[in-house]
């Protein structure tokens, strides 16, 4: 655990020369209700920026296949892949946008997924045969935060709740807030603050690449396979079977 909301808080009102709040409550006032406010916009947009790169963004969620059971809980975030997670010999599954095409009776061992309602919609569907098997998301949060249990929050409220920036980087937050409150190109102040700023944020860009390089599902094709060729590609999926 680092720096939490109150303490970045009190970081950045240090630097402004405002005396630090004694206590959280003590921060609901015009400049800590700013301060609270900026800390989050900044962290927002460090997270938002990258999607690609932040591995602090980076998840995973575990679930198993149920018999005839088509749809699956989404997560909140982006998908980078899913696959088995007791088969290290097995690719991800295959992101498919054009699922209106696919047999909706086919069975089998699942290939391919949509996003449909919130729900994670797997092609085929799984057979009895498949039931129990363990498939890992991996995924990037749209979370910036967590409270002090480790839970995830979409942005830090109360008191102990921390970025999910490491430590060692929050500095960038206090720099993205002290660059934006100043905001103007002519004071010194504001612009040693942009450059602390972008250089934090180059050194993130460094060494917070993702742990792996993840396969992406789409398939790229200006035109929608059509109900026919949906039938033809799995009629040749040797992990599909049913109606052909």
């Known amino acids: 655990m680092g720096r939490n909301f109150f303490q970045l808080a009190n970081d950045c009102l240090d630097l402004m020369f405002y005396s630090p ?21 900044v962290l927002r ?3 938002g920026g990258e999607h690609d790169i932040w591995k602090f963004r980076e998840r995973h969620k575990d679930f198993r296949l149920v ?11 982006f998908i980078l892949s899913i696959k088995p997670n007791d088969r290290s010999d097995r690719i991800p599954l295959l992101y498919n946008n054009d699922y209106l095409y696919l047999p909706s ?3 089998g061992t699942p290939v391919q997924y949509w996003i449909y309602e ?23 949060t749209n979370c910036c935060a967590v409270d002090e249990d480790g839970c995830e929050k979409k ?19 206090v720099y993205g807030v002290m660059k934006d409150w100043r905001g103007n190109a002519g004071d010194n102040q504001a612009l040693f603050y942009k450059r602390k700023y972008n250089e934090m944020y180059q050194n993130m860009m460094y060494t917070m690449q993702l742990s792996q390089d993840y396969l992406k599902g789409f398939r790229i094709n200006d035109v929608p396979m059509s109900n026919l060729e949906s039938m033809v590609e799995a009629f040749y999926n040797p992990y599909v079977q049913g109606d052909r």
């Open 21 to 41: 709040a004694p206590t959280f409550d003590d921060l609901d006032t015009t400049e800590g209700r700013m301060v609270k406010k900026r800390l989050n916009y």
């Open 45 to 47: 947009e460090i997270c």
């Open 67 to 77: 018999a005839n059971k088509r749809e699956y809980p989404m997560v909140h975030g």
């Open 105 to 107: 009776t086919a069975t």
């Open 118 to 140: 919130n729900k994670i919609n797997l092609f085929p569907i799984p057979t009895k045969d498949q039931e129990g098997t363990n498939y890992r998301i991996q995924y990037l």
């Open 155 to 173: 942005e830090m409220v109360d008191e102990t709740d921390e970025p999910i920036i490491p430590d060692i980087f929050r500095d960038i937050l």
